[in-house]
């Protein structure tokens, strides 16, 4: 899991949350594992404390959308409301795993968290 995690980290230091916002100044930190919506999430932060992110994402992993989008066996879920102050998205895709991603408007606050599937 630590490799699933590893490459969660370095996508988004690459830029992949898409956000235009400015880049965050803080370092994402590893806060552990949750237990979520019958998943368990490894979750980082950055700009976040570690309870208010594992908070963030047991919401998000529970959480109704208000959109879901399909393509390639996967799914991307989207929310109008904001959590905890962040905007977030959630993908998944059967067999690989899923992904939460959260990120303030001004790209100072984030919260990542990855699963694997089975």
Sequence with gaps: MDTLFATV???????????????????????????????TWHVGAAGVRCPAARRTVAEVAGAKPDRALHARGGEVDQWERSFSGLRCSR??????GGAINCTSTDGKKSVFAVYKGS
Excluded: D, E, N
């Excluded at 993908?91 to 690989?96: K, L």
């Design 91 to 96: 993908s998944q895709q059967a067999r690989v």
């Design 9 to 39: 980290l370095a996508v988004a230091g690459a830029g992949g949350t898409a956000t235009v916002a400015a880049p965050a100044t803080a370092a994402l930190v590893q806060c552990g594992t949750i237990a979520a919506a019958g998943k």
